[in-house]
């Protein structure tokens, strides 16, 4: 069996591991359950990929996101490891495929959505599955204490009926000591080893800065500090706005939001990635499993509605270790309307039930119907068609899914795909009887490995331009395939989906557990609370980041925007040694004392300091006890 750090250099080209990485996976080799507390770009994927790669079976990973499922599975299978994932939204035999190669070891790393842990096809292949380690990631999702509360991770829990043995790994980059609690419970870990990584970026800057101007001050910073940058803003509009003035301004940008098609994000996101340009101005959407450590500047043009979002954006600058900026803009307005958001968020009763009529209405789901139904789901049309609040349906869909009556997932692109399902004679048979569709066949024979017995990802655009025809004409002799029997034929899909977890019932008879609701407003208004004390504050930020995790013994870092304005009104050295001798001419002190007389009871340290110099110098002495006074002369 190779070793972990064979393993390490042979797939991932480092010859030492991250800290805190080898502790994890030694706790998951032991076979004992962990939580995993490492902050944002630590390499948490390392931490349940390595170990598993040492170890006999499969590795489950249970992720949040299709789209950060899809980019772990690609770049796994760029360094030809075996991984595959389910998720809602995929055909049935296509799942049960996938499932299949699980059960008979092609597979190493299987991905899986956590609605799918309670499908019956999920639940019928379970027992067999080879599983040597669960692994949790985005685990905070479990809690509905945290920011991002996922009712279906607590399904999660289920696995230990069927695999009591196997050791979970959860792993987060964001839990406050409250909500690392409830994952342990939530996970039912068994005596789990926590390792905890602390949650300072020491080469990183935090500042915020109220602007009336935000535009020109986001200019004068891009000005000032060389490098890459992220962009975070709100809207998609105002990603294409700030993207023209820069762009106008002689700074290369692009921007990126939900709303472009998966082709063009994926083109933005190489070009910035490749330094094509140097400024991504984006939505929240952009960011998820990107690979770029030399991001000098995170700006947030509009404010997050918590810390721990804040935290996981503003910690993409500076992986690579080297001094990078996270840079927040505010106004008054923009405190105002995270209070107002606050309220959309947590929907009255009737409004949940008006979003879940119009949902079956738009849909035309007649009562009774529907259970388990997968539905594309346009939720801007949508919002648009019954002049719904988007926020206020948003947070609507997620309080039906917490009660188990319909799940919204996001969009999440599935490429076109083909696998051929008739035998040799037939597809002869087929070719002299339709001479226009030999090309196609053949193009897609010769172009996909194994297309007889999975189906195999197809670029509609290239396979159309080897045959000099349109991409209309080529979805057209595709569907005639499909129709003939030739093969299965998966279109491309890139719309969000709409699950329903139970048949459609009359709206007046949906319920939620209003007192369940109440609690997370109020831990939601604390963890505003806290960022907005964050954005305001004059403490040194890092430092609140780190107790806000609860890291303990935090030093300010000194290089924050607030350390640094408290340093500018500090005397000088010289000055403050002066201020020193004057009180001790006077009379001796204890240090608590001189450093009370002196007001430095906010900068202890650089007091400390000056009082070690003077005594090196001889100037001053201090006894065991803590008295200090003048040296005689």
Not at 196 to 213: D, H, K, T, V
Request: proline share 4%; aromatic share 8%.
């Amino acid at each position: 069996m190779p070793t972990i750090q064979s393993i390490l250099l042979h797939y991932w080209g480092h010859d030492q591991f991250r800290p805190l990485q080898e502790e994890i996976i030694q706790t998951t080799l032991e076979k004992k359950d962990c939580l995993a507390l490492l902050p944002t770009g630590s390499g948490k994927s390392v931490c349940f990929q390595v170990p598993a790669l040492a170890m006999e079976g499969l590795c489950l990973v249970i992720s949040p996101l299709i789209a950060l499922m899809k980019d772990q599975v690609a770049q796994l299978k760029k360094k030809g490891i075996s991984a595959l994932s389910i998720h809602t939204g995929m055909p049935f035999k296509e799942v049960s495929k996938t499932m299949e190669l699980a059960i008979n070891g092609h597979i190493k790393f299987l991905y899986v959505s956590p609605e799918r842990i309670q499908t019956r096809l999920f639940k019928e292949y379970l027992p067999a599955l080879p599983v040597c380690l669960i692994a949790v990631d985005e685990a905070h999702c479990v809690s509905q204490w945290g920011y991002d509360f996922r009712p279906s991770y607590l399904q999660i829990a289920s696995l230990r009926e069927s695999l009591p043995e196997v050791p979970i790994l959860a792993l987060t980059a964001s839990a406050t000591p409250l909500v690392q609690d409830d994952i342990i419970k939530q996970l039912q870990l068994k005596e789990a080893v926590v390792h905890r990584g602390s949650f300072i970026r020491e080469a990183l800057s935090y500042s915020c800065f109220e602007e009336p101007n935000k535009l020109q001050k986001l200019t004068d910073i891009l000005g000032k500090v060389d490098g890459s940058s992220i962009i975070y803003c709100r809207s998609r509009k105002r990603t294409v706005d700030i993207c023209r003035h820069l762009n106008q301004r002689g700074i290369t940008a692009t921007y990126y939001h939900a709303g472009l098609d998966q082709e063009e994000r994926n083109q933005r996101q190489h070009n910035w990635t490749n330094n094509q340009v140097r400024i991504m101005v984006s939505t929240n959407a952009f960011g998820m499993g990107i690979d770029k450590a030399d991001v000098r500047t995170v700006l947030h043009y509009d404010v997050p509605d918590c810390l721990e979002n804040y935290y996981q954006e503003a910690g993409r600058a500076g992986r690579d270790r080297k001094k990078a900026y996270a840079v927040l803009l505010y106004n008054q307005q923009d405190l105002s309307d995270l209070q107002l958001q606050l309220t959309k968020k947590f929907p009255t009763l009737e409004m949940v039930r008006n979003v879940y009529q119009a949902m079956a209405n738009f849909l035309h789901i007649p009562t009774g119907t529907g259970e388990g139904n997968t539905y594309d789901f346009d939720l801007t049309l949508f919002c648009k068609n019954f002049d719904l609040d988007r926020l206020v349906t948003i947070h609507s869909f997620q309080l039906l899914q917490a009660n188990g009556y319909c799940a919204l997932n996001e969009a999440a692109y599935e490429p076109a795909r083909v696998q051929f399902i008739a035998d040799r004679n037939w597809l002869e048979e087929v070719e002299q009887r339709y001479p226009k569709l030999e090309p196609l066949i053949k193009t897609l024979l010769r172009s996909i490995e194994g297309v007889f017995s999975y189906p195999g990802i197809i670029s509609e655009a290239y396979i159309a331009g080897l045959l000099k025809i349109d991409k209309t004409l080529l979805r057209e002799q595709l569907n005639q395939l499909n129709a003939l029997g030739i093969l299965t034929y998966y279109p491309v899909k890139d719309q969000p989906q709409l699950v329903l977890l139970c048949e459609r019932m009359k709206a007046d008879h949906i319920q939620l557990d209003l007192k369940a609701i109440q609690k997370r407003k109020e831990l939601a208004k604390e963890r505003l609370d806290a960022l907005i004390s964050f954005t305001t504050g004059t403490s040194c930020r890092s430092s609140y980041i780190g107790r806000y995790f609860g890291d303990k013994g935090i030093n300010d870092c000194g290089i924050c925007d607030n350390c640094i304005a408290r340093k500018k009104q500090l005397p000088a050295k010289a000055v403050l040694q002066q201020q020193v001798i004057a009180v001790l001419k006077l009379h001796p002190c204890t240090v608590p004392e001189l450093q009370a007389q002196l007001l430095l009871d906010d900068n202890k340290e650089i007091y400390l300091a000056a009082l070690r110099e003077l005594e090196t110098e001889n100037i001053i002495r201090i006894d065991l006890a803590g008295n200090i006074e003048l040296t005689p002369l």
